[in-house]
């Protein structure tokens, strides 16, 4: 049995934005049942969590109408021909999803993410306000985490720090893990001292700890709010040591309903015999349950769970749906939040003995050994007290963890769906339109290839009853890459007639869009996994390299480096479309002029193939010479046959590249 904590207080206690310290707390249960259910996906009455609902419908009767109105009137983006209202009131229902890759993805997705934001006059559109969710995996969940928590700054000064209420930004230019670089021996000692006595307030309350909690306490000194440059290395500073990921429900704009409804993907194993494979390209099955966090739940849309417990109460071990011993308050630490969805430790576990523990994962493993776990703690992965033991779903299927103690917690990307897509084709959610900003490290430098939309249609056709469609795509990555897919962005899902939007509006279009070598300046976004520290002006480039690739379309294979003018219109129509298609109108001469630049099918494929050579061989014969870009300074992953952060994570330990301490 998990050790009892040892402090236990009122229920009323619960209501705070900050706990006293990273260590959860016991309370008294609550009279209402600790588990929701969210339907019965396989007879069609999926349905959101009660405080979900709430807030959507605030946000889109309260907050949306205008922002949609204003964006579909502006003319720096370009006029669709459609009436605003009757757009507006078929209301489109926008979902972004940010992709896992380290602080390459968080940078990626930060710089995506400022070109959208509606408060910049030079932007493409103000997705990131009319969006309704915003999801983040790993290095992406880093930079929703950040924006929700910090009350949706503007992205340059929540990176910098400059011009910001906060004081000191993402102090990238430390390492995550060696801020003092390899010889900063004093004040990396310090560091770790800090970090290792928080978590051991957590093993001493009873509760089990892993690496994963080191992992989160370092992540919180450079995405949340309390760390500067002048009180980095300082113990008596808090660093978020007690800030909450429920603590996003208490900034204003959430408060408002003016914030996209931000969400966490993880996923989760069964136990330690789920492990890499030579001939695998993830590392935990398809099959296996997929987790979210949000500010109010944390649990599952899949088959295989249907349900969810209240945030505030995670950490509460449950016996089909009941507790089994006092209540938990003060789980959901934002920093272990963000761990827990960038896990990937067991993902290097096996497969490589010898070389893949490195210096840094030994030295992080014997600093858990020495904070005394207490019995059942499971080393690299996150520890969750498993609120779904002995849990039986209403939808026939079973949960593959009932049986465990422990829920084990890895890396949303484990099972090579290193976009979190899922989340947003729950049925219940009803987003129109995908905006997925994939920064994954899946070719040999460091770019993104498609995998992680093979995998997610994969997914789908697994558990189709209790997700949307998905939209129809290339077979595998190698035909992503022969029709230059994986260098511009494109859309998927629009090239259906309006006579069938009855048996295809059900799924959203996805516009996929790529970090990409032909898109974006050599070297300036390819950088590797587990680099953990960038120099500032390294950070700026970065940024603007992504800003300025998502303001600009480069929609021909034949010329993939040529922005396209009509950018921000093309993509306002495929924004809309579903929309469009709901308020049966047809479109306009302008938008079909872009969705057929931009909509990928099957029946194009060859023609696109033929494109993407004509403009190889054109490049070829220009540079003899040339070679893929490596000049970011990254080693380039190694030739495993892996996808995306595990892929990148694999090549790094093996090639020596984290060796930190």
Known sequence: MLQPAV????????????????????????????????GDPTQNNQTLPPNEQTYMDKRRNDVLPDLWRSYLEDSSTGSTGYSASDIVNSQPNLGIAVSGGGLRASLYGAGTL??????????????????SYLAGLSGGSWTVTSLALNDLEPIYALVTGENSSRAGGWLLDRDILAPSGLLGFGDNSAYYQALEEDVRAKAAAGFPISITDLWGRALAYHFLNETTEENFYSTDAAHDQGTLFSSIRYAPTFQSGSMPYPILATTSRIDESQQLTNDSTSVIPLENTAFEITPYTFGSFEATLAAYI????????????????????????????????????NAVQEGFVGA??????????????????????????????????????????????????????TDGGEDGQNLPLMPLLAKARAV???????????????????????????????????FTRFPDIPH??????????????????CNVSD????????????????????????GSTNYSTFKLSYPDEEVITFLNSANEYAKRGYPDPATPNQPDEQWPLCLKCAIVDRARQRANISRTDACQSCLDRYCWSPEI?????????????????????????????????????????????????????????
């Open 432 to 466: 129109d339109v995908i905006f997925a900003v994939d920064g994954s490290a899946d070719t040999e430098f460091n770019y993104a290839n498609g995998t992680s939309l093979v995998a997610t249609a994969q997914k789908v056709e697994l558990y189709s009853h209790n």
């Open 114 to 131: 400022s070109a959208f934001d509606n408060r910049n006059s030079s932007s493409a559109g103000g997705l990131l306000q009319l969006a």
């Open 356 to 409: 893949t523990f490195s210096s840094l994962l030994s030295n992080l493993l014997q600093a858990v050994t020495d904070l005394d776990p207490p019995e059942g703690s499971v080393a690299l992965v996150a520890n969750y007290p498993n609120p779904f033991q002995s849990y039986q779903p209403f939808t026939g299927y079973s949960f593959e963890s009932s049986g465990n103690e422990i829920l084990q917690v």
């Open 499 to 522: 006579a069938n939007m009855a048996n295809y509006s059900n799924y959203p279009i996805i516009v996929y869009h790529p970090n990409s070598a032909e898109a974006t300046p050599a």
């Open 7 to 38: 402090l236990t207080v009122a229920a009323a206690a619960l209501v705070a934005a900050q706990a006293p310290s990273y260590a959860p707390i016991r309370v008294d249960c609550p009279s209402d049942p600790l588990l929701g259910r969210l």
């Open 310 to 345: 209240p945030i505030e109460y995670l950490g509460t071990q449950l016996s089909n749906g009941q507790p089994t011993n006092s209540c938990v308050n003060y789980f959901d630490n934002a920093g272990f939040m963000m761990g827990s969805s960038a896990s990937l430790f």
């Open 605 to 661: 494929a060859d023609q696109l193939v033929n494109a993407t050579q004509t403009a190889q061989n054109n490049s070829a014969a220009a540079s003899p010479s040339s070679s893929p870009d490596d000049s970011s300074g990254a080693v380039p992953a190694l030739a495993f046959p892996l996808g995306g952060l595990v892929g990148a994570a694999a090549a790094a330990l093996v090639g020596g590249l984290a060796l930190y301490v």
């Open 476 to 493: 595998n990555q190698q035909e992503f890459v022969d029709q230059g897919l994986a260098s511009r962005p494109t859309f998927f899902g």
